[in-house]
């Protein structure tokens, strides 16, 4: 079985799917699935562990045109195209059904409300030109949760729709917490407005707070960074940090007693599942899939308004110390029962095979 996939990005700084593409690509790989794993050209990539069955191919846009030309429907079987919205893409969907290869497409979110409410002319503009026709011609939709699903199916795609969850890699996971009472929350993800941070920030501001740090690690445009930093210039105990990668992000989850991710839409949040697999509780928003956070008490899944935002913080930054460790304790058994990327890969592969059949 030879199959490509497909991102715009792999880049350190790209978000989540530049660190669960090429996780999922791996154990592909592993199982016996030959991968090869196209993208930008990027000055910062993420580590891939390449073998015998994982190439990746850093193309520019014209490189792509002319890798495009050169397949076959004798040499791959199936693309697996990495989201939506992006021409790259678009690209390798142009030449799939010109070359007669099925192909799939995981829009990673880009096709929820919030995001189609940005920008939204040019998102009008893109399902006209392209992305409509290109999502109607798709063999399968994979949707990372129910919600996506019915997001995808409201905006008239009658396409078999597949939802298999993303997957963290456990066996990164070198440790677990074991140190509650830090007293110290943590939000690690990119610093974008959709994250969240201004209403993290006015809520934290508005809060006793004492005896406790938020500390906000990642990276953005630098513009948009300051913005935040001066919003929060005279709240001492907010710390911004910086980009956090490898293993000294797994120690920054650790380090903290609670992590926070207020955001406006996710389709997964893979930060949730890091933070979950390390022992360490998780407030977020139900514009991501995790009522398991509530279901399973491994965290608080809320709605997004300033209020809501205050009175979780405070309860949160309120919780006793022991049933911090329950919660804990139950996240590291829902990440392992439900989201190790071995598991994830096997179901992939059965739906790569359900289609070839």
Known sequence: MNVIHIVGSLDKGAGGPSRSVPQTCEQLAKIGVNITLIT????????IATSQNLEVKFLTFQKLMAFGRSISNKEFDLIHLQHVWDPYLHIMAWWARRKNIPYIITPRGMLEPW????RPWKKKLG?????????????????????????IRTLGFNNPIQIIPNGIDL???????????????VFLSRIHPKKGIELLIDAWSTINTTGWVLEIAGNGEDSYINQLKKSAQDIKNIKFVGAQFGDQKWGFLRSA????????????????????????????????????????????????????????????????TDILIQKGENGITLIKNKYD?????????????????
């Not at 066996?171 to 929350?185: C, L």
Request: glycine share 4%; charged share 25%.
């Open 40 to 47: 930008r050209p990027s000055s910062h990539p993420v580590t």
């Open 115 to 118: 995001i189609l409410q940005q």
């Open 127 to 151: 399902l006209f030109l392209y992305q409509r026709f290109d999502l109607k011609k798709a063999v399968r939709i994979h949707a990372t949760c129910e919600l996506e699903k019915n997001n």
């Open 171 to 185: 066996s990164e996971v070198k440790k677990v917490k074991t140190h509650y009472g830090t007293k110290k929350m």
């Open 257 to 320: 007693d609670i992590m926070v991710l207020p955001t406006y839409s996710e389709n997964f949040g893979i930060v949730v599942a890091e933070a979950l697999a390390v022992g360490v509780p998780v407030i977020t928003t139900k514009g991501t899939p995790w009522e398991n956070l509530k279901i399973k008490n491994c965290g608080w899944w809320i709605q997004l308004n300033l209020a809501e935002l205050e009175r979780t913080l405070n309860i949160a930054i309120n919780t006793t």
């Open 341 to 357: 990327i071995k598991s994830v890969a096997k179901e992939i592969k059965e739906l790569y095979t359900t289609i070839l059949e």
